[in-house]
Each structure stands twice: as C-alpha cells, then as structure tokens.
C-alpha cells in the first residue's frame, strides 16, 4: 500500500495558499513565516531599505565552526601572543585566556 502526503502552506498573515517560508532573524531571535508570492514581495521591498545598507554574517546558523585563535574578538592572535611573551621571558599561561595586562605588552610593542 502506497501512502501519499501533501504539504500545503498556508499565508500566515491572510490565509491564502503561501508559496514559500522565509526565514529571517532581528535582535537574536530567528523567525520562520510562510507567504504567498504578493506578501512576500512586500516584506522583501520593506526589508530592503535596512538589507541594502546592512553588513552580512557569515554562518549565523547552529553552532560555531571552531575557536577563534585570538584572546579577545578582534584582538590579536593568541599563538602569537604567548611566542612574544615567552621570548620576552614573561610568564603566560598555555591554555585559555591570555591575561589582559599580556595583551597590552604585546599590542604595546607592535
């Protein structure tokens, strides 16, 4: 015996046949909503004032690819640090994060 199932999406906003789920994200929280072509052509429109000036990100979705390899966002390189540290005959711990005071020597003297 044959089973058969159809999905059919329903407009979230008037109820119609929708033709597609969008997804979209605003102040951490992720969102799904279903449209038919017309509802979301005007979301898209009014988005698109914000979209065109917006910078993206990259992934955004599930978990990290990895660790960063540098102590703080945007700061310099971790490995980095503790080389010139250990050339510098300063004390630095060999796993987890590098103290700040370190950091500062290290920017310092680049």
């Known amino acids: 015996m ?10 979230d906003l008037d109820g119609s046949e929708a033709s597609e ?3 979209f994200a605003l102040d951490g929280t992720e969102y799904e909503i279903d449209l038919n072509k017309d509802n979301a052509d005007e979301l898209r429109r009014v988005l698109e004032r914000f979209t065109a000036v917006a910078r993206k990100t990259s992934g955004g ?9 540098s102590s703080s966002p945007g700061g310099p390189d971790a490995k ?7 050339d510098n005959g300063i ?6 994060r590098i103290q700040a005071d370190i950091v500062e020597k290290y920017e310092a003297a680049h």
């Open 61 to 69: 979705r599930g978990r990290p690819s990895g660790r960063k390899s």
């Open 21 to 23: 789920s969008i997804h």
């Open 91 to 96: 004390q630095v711990n060999t796993r987890g």
């Open 80 to 86: 980095a640090v503790r080389q010139w540290a250990a």
């Open 2 to 11: 044959a089973k058969k199932t159809v999905v059919i999406l329903s407009d």
